[in-house]
């Protein structure tokens, strides 16, 4: 490098990640000595850690020994001289105008950081925003159900009873009786009316916008037949979808319980409730309604709450029915999916999770975090690639067992894989691809280069990718949930318990290991288990996670059987591991397999 270079020649023509050691660098070289970039150590003000020097081997702890000179730097840090072999008005000079390109360097660097951090919170927001985009999207096709439903078959069904009574009255027209079933008729008609404009008064009360759900219900109970006492409260006003969901889920529940009566004692109490979530608990005399008759009258109303995160829950003691309902203020998930139900690893990611949102609290990550949580309970997501239409009655399949299914047009290159791999977007976050075009290499490179598994299969069918994916859902989830989570922990403390928490549960997840494993004997690569890949497949979980399955047996095979085949697997994959030819790759794959097959045996014995 030239001496005597002026700095700004230096900033205009070094690389941004080089410029603050070309600046100390070309200062030392103007002096003729000694030259360091330091920052106050954090909690010792009176050290320095040294940002950059030259030489670079120069020691500096308080300062430079033998310093000449000490040069503020804007945003906290020193520029110091030592050693020099002239010191004039052209070195003080070029001190200065060093350290005040060091403040402009700090300063870009400081702005940089904002700006990636305004970049990760705006990537957040857009997963959050089209998260609640998809499932307003659900809970509008849900309400328009709703509303048919409501507008047409509830109509259609008092019409019926009016065109009976108007065949009954033209019998009875030359009898006495004709006047009171005239008045009848007169009366079923207003209550049809009266019936009808409940409904469409229902769509969108006039209260709710205005004050809130508490308000809107209240003013509901005050036209239902019978009396609907409330007490608790509902705190700060949430977003009118969250105050719109919790509405028509509770209206729903009182519309049942107070409003044709269930018992001869009809009268309701509801209790509100709110932490991180809108809570509502409303109490009546059960009647002869059991829990299953609460759940099948309400549940198409149950199903919408969950589309927006929330749940209804339903139970009868002691001759008084019991309906919960709950919905996260913040559009997430705040009960435990069913997938937890059976799966530990899930269950605990999931709990990790909850813990990572809560340490977020209102800070610049919670929306990542909410992103995760929401990810972790909705849906597998299977994308076809398809230049033709796909067969309506596979994807309706695929839909039945729970799969969400996006369709995208090729060519399958790079571009579309990148898509793919996105956290946002109508074709992002997808955990299957079904590609019915030919493939780009650089698409497959692509989706096996992402942080998230992404499973590529070009020749099974939809219904068989589809049932693959709902067998390995919650360790498909839980290992989504923990290489995200990953991502969010530098916005941690260093000390956190969740960044040793995040490490235990991927090291102690034998089922991530599997289905690792299996990716790995999937993609063909025939230097793995040469010969017995088809096996070592099946054990992991290729054809069902059933055990049976895994071990190749029939599916009427008793437990006894299955026992045996386990320990048949277990000597098996040990003795493979033992053979002289059986390389490091090998090995550490027979390990995951011997300890597979160790699990189906121990899951055999136990009773």
């Known amino acids: 490098m030239p001496k005597l270079r002026r700095a700004h020649e230096l900033v205009a023509s070094v690389p941004p990640h080089r410029l603050v050691a070309a600046l100390v660098q070309q200062l030392a070289e103007t002096v003729g000595g000694q030259a360091a970039y330091c920052v106050p150590a954090a909690g010792r003000p009176a050290d320095l850690n040294v940002v950059a020097a030259s030489p670079e081997h120069v020691s500096v702890r308080g300062g430079l020994a033998g310093e000449s000179a000490r040069e503020p730097v804007r945003g906290g840090g020193l520029l110091l001289v030592a050693g020099t072999r002239r010191w004039g008005a052209n070195e003080q000079a070029a001190i200065r105008e060093t350290a005040g390109w060091l403040g402009v360097t700090a300063e870009v660097d400081r702005l940089r950081a904002d700006r990636d951090c305004a970049e990760a919170r705006a990537r957040g927001l857009r997963v959050e925003v089209t998260t609640a985009r998809e499932r307003l999207a659900q809970v509008r096709d849900l309400e328009r159900r709703r509303l048919v439903r409501a507008i047409t078959t509830t109509t259609q069904q008092d019409l019926d009873d009016v065109r009976?009574?108007?065949?009954?009255?033209?019998?009875?027209?030359?009898?006495?009786?004709?006047?009171?079933q005239l008045a009848e008729l007169g009366t079923a008609v207003d209550e049809m009316l009266d019936n009808f404009r409940t409904v469409v008064r229902g769509v969108f009360p006039a209260m709710l916008p205005d004050r809130g759900?508490?308000?809107?219900?209240?003013?509901?109970?005050?036209?239902?037949?019978?009396?609907?006492?409330?007490?608790?409260?509902?705190?700060?006003?949430?977003?009118?979808?969250?105050?719109?969901?919790?509405?028509?889920?509770?209206?729903?529940v009182l519309n049942l319980l107070a409003g044709k009566g269930i018992s001869p004692d009809p009268a309701v109490v509801v209790e509100f409730g709110r932490d991180d979530a809108l809570r509502a608990r409303m109490t009546a005399a059960a009647g002869q309604l059991s829990a299953s008759d609460l759940r099948a009258a309400l549940d198409h109303d149950a199903e919408r709450l969950a589309v927006l995160g929330g749940a209804m829950d339903f139970a009868v003691t002691g001759g008084e029915a019991v309906v919960t309902v709950q919905l996260?203020?913040?559009?997430?998930?705040?009960?435990?999916?069913?997938?937890?139900?059976?799966s530990a690893l899930y269950q605990r990611v999931w709990d990790l999770v909850r813990q990572g949102r809560r340490a977020a609290g209102d800070g610049p990550d919670r929306p990542r975090w909410d992103a995760i949580a929401a990810r972790l309970a909705q849906p597998a997501r299977l994308a076809v690639v398809a230049d033709a239409a796909v067969d309506p009655a596979e994807v309706a399949r695929a839909s039945a067992l729970g799969v969400t299914v996006v369709f995208a047009d090729g060519p399958a290159d790079w571009a579309l894989a990148e898509e793919f791999l996105a956290d946002d977007g109508p074709h992002g976050s997808v955990d299957a691809v079904l590609c019915l075009v030919p493939p780009a290499p650089a698409f497959r490179a692509t989706l096996r280069r992402g942080r998230q598994r992404v499973e590529l299969s070009e020749s099974a069918s939809l219904d068989q990718l589809a049932r693959k994916l709902i067998a390995w859902a919650p360790v498909i989830a839980a290992r989504r949930a923990i290489v995200a989570v990953r991502a969010l922990l530098p916005g941690l403390p260093g000390?956190?318990?969740?960044?040793?928490?995040?490490?235990?549960?991927?090291a102690e997840a034998h089922e991530i290991t599997e289905l690792d494993l299996l990716d790995e004997l999937s993609s063909g690569d025939t230097r793995v288990?040469?010969?017995?890949?088809?096996?070592?497949?099946?054990?992991?979980?290729?054809?069902?996670?059933?055990?049976?399955?895994?071990?190749?047996?029939?599916?009427?095979?008793?437990?006894?059987?299955?026992?045996?085949?386990?320990?048949?697997?277990?000597?098996?994959?040990?003795?493979?591991?033992?053979?002289?030819?059986?390389?490091?790759?090998?090995?550490?794959?027979?390990?995951?397999?011997?300890?597979?097959?160790?699990?189906?045996?121990?899951?055999?014995?136990?009773?």
């Open 164 to 180: 009976r009574r108007l065949r009954g009255l033209s019998e009875l027209l030359a009898e006495d009786a004709a006047l009171p």
């Open 213 to 252: 759900s508490r308000a809107a219900l209240e003013e509901l109970a005050a036209t239902l037949p019978h009396p609907v006492r409330f007490g608790g409260e509902l705190g700060r006003r949430a977003g009118w979808q969250v105050e719109s969901g919790f509405y028509h889920a509770v209206a729903a």
């Open 328 to 342: 996260a203020d913040r559009m997430a998930p705040t009960t435990t999916p069913p997938r937890a139900e059976v």
């Open 529 to 607: 288990l040469h010969g017995v890949a088809a096996d070592a497949a099946r054990l992991l979980g290729a054809h069902g996670a059933d055990p049976r399955a895994r071990l190749g047996l029939d599916s009427d095979a008793n437990d006894e059987q299955v026992q045996a085949a386990a320990q048949q697997a277990v000597l098996r994959w040990r003795a493979h591991a033992g053979k002289p030819g059986t390389g490091g790759r090998d090995g550490m794959a027979c390990e995951v397999l011997v300890r597979t097959a160790e699990g189906l045996l121990s899951a055999a014995r136990t009773p």
């Open 495 to 506: 000390d956190h318990p969740l960044r040793w928490e995040v490490d235990r549960i991927a």
